[in-house]
């Protein structure tokens, strides 16, 4: 989808149903996009930034209006342990859980439910969301704009190997899980 004429599109789709529902986080996207058309980095990181944003909001209102609709949802895949520490964390520090989880890869749909459903104020979710989303996309974006031709080299050459690593460690990680469980 990175090189079609509406990745764009797809792009913002992605970002947006990733902080409410969708499991995969955008960076996939928005990595390849940028590999693809280096020169439109920055655009692809403010649609991203938009969009995942304006994902949040709604997974917020789902959290607060709806919470019992969605709930079999976050039990489908098996998120129930961390929405119940997430809402712990929010009980105890609140904004603060909110930053720090819009900037790193724990599962940003479980934040923006839980800030609705524990009735955090709208305007700090937003500013906490806004910040952490901008410092995340931003940080991939700038991250790919000073690599640039050498990381698209690298993944060319090795994506074949990393693909496999990545479904080998997804096999042990289920296996582990099956074994605790």
């Not at 960076?27 to 938009?50: E, G, H």
């Not at 520090?93 to 524990?118: M, N, V």
């Not at 009735?119 to 704009?145: D, E, G, H, K, W």
Request: charged fraction near 10%.
């Amino acid at each position: 989808w990175s090189q079609h004429r509406h990745a764009n599109y797809y792009l913002a789709a992605v970002s947006f149903s990733e902080a409410c529902v969708f499991p995969i986080p955008p960076d996939v996207m928005l990595i390849s996009m940028t590999l693809a058309k280096p020169a439109r980095v920055w655009r692809y990181a403010a649609i991203t930034v938009i969009s995942s944003v304006c994902g949040g909001v709604l997974g917020y209102f789902l959290g607060y209006f709806a919470l019992e609709l969605i709930y079999p949802i976050i039990e489908y895949f098996n998120y129930t342990d961390g929405y119940m520490q997430v809402q712990a964390w929010f009980q105890r520090w609140g904004f603060w859980a909110l930053l720090i989880a819009g900037f790193t890869p724990i599962p940003y749909k479980l934040f923006t439910i839980a800030a609705g459903a524990t009735q955090m104020s709208l305007l700090p979710f937003i500013v906490a969301v806004i910040i952490a989303r901008t410092l995340r996309f931003y940080l991939v974006a700038f991250l790919l704009y000073i690599s640039g031709d050498s990381l698209k080299n690298f993944l060319h050459k090795y994506i074949d190997a990393i693909g496999w690593i990545v479904v080998a460690g997804a096999i042990i990680a289920y296996i582990v899980y099956r074994i605790i469980k």
